[in-house]
């Protein structure tokens, strides 16, 4: 027998025992999806006596997500970021309908379980991904470079919680106080170890321009159907991670018009604009016009380092921007209008004299606040207070707990909340952990080859100082959203040098690959 013969009888055996095993799986898949659909029914019809019909529709998509989460556990990967960038922490005063899925909170039926929907859901894909590997005889869990930086915030937070408990700290507060942190360290874990294509990097980003657009959607039917255009009384329109996201999105543009033009995402965000842009203006969050200042100033750095030839025109830009905001704030700062709201609140920032009556209580609270929580850390300036406990008011802050029940245990900085709660060796290790993502971003975007991975890590060390920055004022590291979208991002960041070894391959290509077995060596 020649080599052709046997390699026409080798080809059929392996493909149709390449067909069993997929047709066994799929079958194996549909027996469970049967399985499931068959035993719930009769007990979701009962429940349905009981339940409102959004909650039965809700267990339906928990349990087909579930299905799907076991079988693809990728597909929890991205069920996480679209959660994150389209459903809302709480119930809004105006609703957006995103608002009321229990994703990130439970409804009252429910309502005292230890972890949430969401954090459910990463620990589900985070079981079929160890099922998966211990199978297969792999490592069950990756690290990264970042996972020690991490751990040892983790460690701190930990002991922040020790604390917490021996002082007698409220154990509910420290559960809602920690469990940001907790989503942290979890979504890092999540993007690091599932991550493993460019095909799938460029899905994530398309849900975040897509989510983007969901929202400034949202925010165009509020303004313009609801309030019918006009904004005076409110202090805002959705949710105060909204605008982060709007900006973050902005950010983004930029950089595909600087750096590299993957040309359908840069179409679709720029479609969205408009909308994105009067949502934001809308929105009226002051501290993310300033965060979008300082993210574009850091991807400016970081391409005038890295293109060398554009350093003439990137300065040229710079300064033709930086003369037109200029211009714009000094023409609009003291104008009424939406169309001058920016330019208000980067003045009020810059100069707090300049507020109006809203601004300048919110300043003058956050002022107070602020001097509160660092009375209360010299209390304590080498392990902090611990979680738990409320902070200390030498000068009284405004009794607004019934806006918030947390007012005296999370405050608006959520950089002094961390120093207060862990004091001096925490809070290093919160920069720590800040500074490792922002120099291991700045070493891999100089590593790497591929322009679409250098644009994301330039997105990612430029988000994380903007981060930083809304988290100077505005419940950043408090709220959910916020820091799993940060954990995956870096989870992300770290994965980029192997994702640049990859070697596209194209699709009729991928096809002989699977169907067709290697000639066998003739020597």
Same mark, same amino acid.
């Given at each position: 027998?020649?080599?052709?013969?046997?390699?026409?009888?080798?080809?059929?055996?392996?493909?149709?025992?390449?067909?069993?095993?997929?047709?066994?799986?799929?079958?194996?898949?549909?027996?469970?999806?049967?399985?499931?659909?068959?035993?719930?029914? =009769?007990?979701?019809?009962?429940?349905?006596?009981?339940?409102?019909?959004?909650?039965?529709?809700?267990?339906?998509?928990?349990?087909?997500? #579930?299905?799907?989460?076991?079988?693809? /556990?990728?597909?929890?990967?991205?069920?996480?970021?679209?959660?994150?960038?389209?459903?809302?922490?709480? =119930?809004?005063? *105006?609703?957006?309908?995103?608002?009321?899925?229990?994703?990130?909170?439970?409804?009252?039926?429910?309502?005292?379980?230890?972890?949430?929907?969401? $954090?459910?859901?990463?620990?589900?894909?985070?079981?079929?991904?160890?099922?998966?590997?211990?199978?297969?005889?792999?490592?069950?869990?990756?690290?990264?470079?970042?996972?020690? /930086?991490?751990?040892?915030?983790?460690?701190?937070?930990?002991?922040?919680?020790?604390? $917490?408990?021996?002082?007698?700290?409220?154990?509910?507060?420290?559960?809602?106080?920690?469990?940001?942190?907790?989503?942290?360290?979890?979504?890092?874990?999540? #993007?690091?170890?599932?991550?493993?294509?460019?095909? !799938? &990097?460029?899905?994530?980003?398309?849900?975040?321009?897509?989510?983007?657009?969901?929202?400034?959607?949202?925010?165009?039917?509020?303004?313009?159907?609801?309030?019918? $255009?006009?904004?005076?009384?409110?202090?805002?329109?959705?949710?105060?991670?909204?605008?982060?996201?709007f900006v973050a999105l902005i950010l983004?543009?930029?950089?595909?018009f600087l750096h590299h033009r993957y040309?359908?995402?840069?179409?679709?965000? &720029?479609?969205?604009?408009?909308?994105?842009?009067?949502?934001?203006?809308?929105?009226?969050?002051?501290?993310?016009?300033?965060?979008?200042l300082v993210g574009v100033m850091v991807?400016?750095?970081?391409?005038?380092? &890295?293109?060398?030839?554009?350093?003439?025109?990137?300065?040229?830009?710079?300064?033709?921007?930086?003369?037109?905001?200029?211009?714009?704030?000094?023409?609009?700062?003291?104008?009424?209008?939406?169309?001058?709201? /920016?330019?208000?609140?980067?003045?009020?920032?810059?100069? =707090?004299?300049?507020?109006?009556?809203?601004?300048?209580?919110?300043?003058?609270?956050?002022?107070?606040?602020?001097?509160?929580?660092?009375?209360?850390?010299? !209390?304590?300036?080498?392990?902090?207070?611990?979680? @738990?406990?409320?902070?200390?008011? =030498?000068?009284?802050?405004?009794?607004?707990?019934?806006?918030?029940?947390?007012?005296?245990?999370?405050?608006?900085?959520?950089?002094?909340?961390?120093?207060?709660?862990? $004091?001096?060796?925490?809070?290093?290790?919160?920069?720590?952990?800040?500074?490792?993502? *922002?120099?291991?971003?700045?070493?891999?975007?100089?590593?790497?080859?591929?322009?679409?991975?250098?644009?994301?890590?330039?997105?990612?060390?430029?988000?994380?100082?903007?981060?930083?920055?809304?988290?100077?004022?505005?419940?950043?590291?408090?709220?959910?959203?916020?820091? *799993?979208?940060?954990?995956?991002?870096? @989870?992300?960041?770290?994965?980029?040098?192997?994702?640049?070894?990859?070697?596209?391959? /194209?699709?009729?290509?991928?096809?002989?690959?699977?169907?067709?077995?290697? &000639?066998?060596?003739? @020597?």
């Amino acid at each position: 027998m020649n080599i052709q013969q046997s390699f026409d009888l080798k080809v059929p055996r392996d493909v149709s025992a390449l067909l069993a095993v997929r047709k066994r799986d799929d079958v194996l898949l549909f027996i469970a999806i049967f399985v499931v659909v068959v035993s719930l029914t =009769p007990l979701l019809i009962l429940a349905g006596t009981s339940l409102s019909f959004g909650m039965l529709i809700g267990i339906l998509a928990a349990l087909i997500c #579930a299905v799907l989460v076991v079988r693809w /556990p990728i597909t929890g990967f991205f069920v996480t970021i679209a959660c994150v960038v389209i459903v809302e922490q709480n =119930p809004l005063v *105006i609703s957006t309908g995103t608002d009321h899925l229990n994703v990130f909170y439970w409804p009252t039926k429910l309502a005292g379980l230890i972890e949430r929907p969401i $954090g459910f859901l990463v620990l589900l894909v985070f079981f079929a991904l160890f099922s998966r590997r211990f199978m297969k005889r792999q490592a069950l869990l990756q690290g990264g470079e970042l996972f020690w /930086p991490l751990q040892l915030f983790i460690f701190c937070v930990v002991m922040g919680v020790v604390h $917490g408990l021996l002082s007698h700290g409220d154990v509910k507060t420290i559960v809602v106080e920690v469990r940001p942190f907790w989503y942290l360290f979890l979504s890092y874990l999540l #993007a690091y170890n599932l991550i493993t294509s460019k095909r !799938q &990097l460029r899905a994530f980003f398309w849900i975040v321009i897509l989510g983007a657009g969901v929202k400034s959607f949202q925010g165009l039917y509020i303004f313009l159907i609801v309030l019918k $255009g006009s904004i005076q009384g409110q202090n805002e329109l959705m949710a105060h991670e909204e605008s982060f996201f709007f900006v973050a999105l902005i950010l983004l543009l930029i950089l595909f018009f600087l750096h590299h033009r993957y040309k359908p995402q840069l179409y679709v965000t &720029l479609l969205l604009l408009p909308g994105v842009l009067v949502s934001l203006v809308a929105n009226n969050r002051r501290t993310d016009y300033i965060a979008l200042l300082v993210g574009v100033m850091v991807a400016w750095a970081l391409l005038f380092v &890295l293109k060398p030839r554009m350093r003439l025109g990137l300065v040229a830009g710079l300064v033709i921007c930086g003369m037109f905001l200029a211009g714009y704030v000094l023409a609009f700062a003291h104008s009424s209008g939406s169309l001058a709201a /920016p330019a208000r609140a980067i003045l009020s920032i810059i100069n =707090p004299a300049s507020a109006d009556a809203r601004d300048a209580a919110s300043n003058l609270y956050r002022v107070v606040e602020n001097y509160d929580l660092k009375f209360t850390v010299k !209390q304590s300036p080498l392990i902090g207070m611990g979680f @738990g406990l409320p902070f200390l008011q =030498p000068i009284a802050l405004p009794n607004i707990s019934g806006l918030d029940q947390y007012y005296l245990f999370v405050p608006h900085n959520t950089i002094y909340w961390v120093w207060m709660r862990l $004091g001096a060796i925490g809070f290093m290790a919160l920069w720590y952990l800040f500074g490792s993502i *922002i120099v291991r971003g700045c070493l891999i975007v100089r590593q790497i080859k591929d322009p679409y991975l250098q644009v994301v890590a330039i997105y990612i060390v430029a988000v994380t100082f903007m981060e930083v920055v809304v988290a100077f004022a505005d419940y950043q590291l408090f709220f959910y959203r916020n820091v *799993i979208y940060l954990g995956l991002l870096a @989870g992300i960041l770290v994965k980029l040098p192997l994702l640049d070894k990859e070697k596209e391959t /194209p699709v009729h290509e991928t096809a002989r690959i699977v169907l067709l077995p290697a &000639l066998p060596d003739v @020597g």
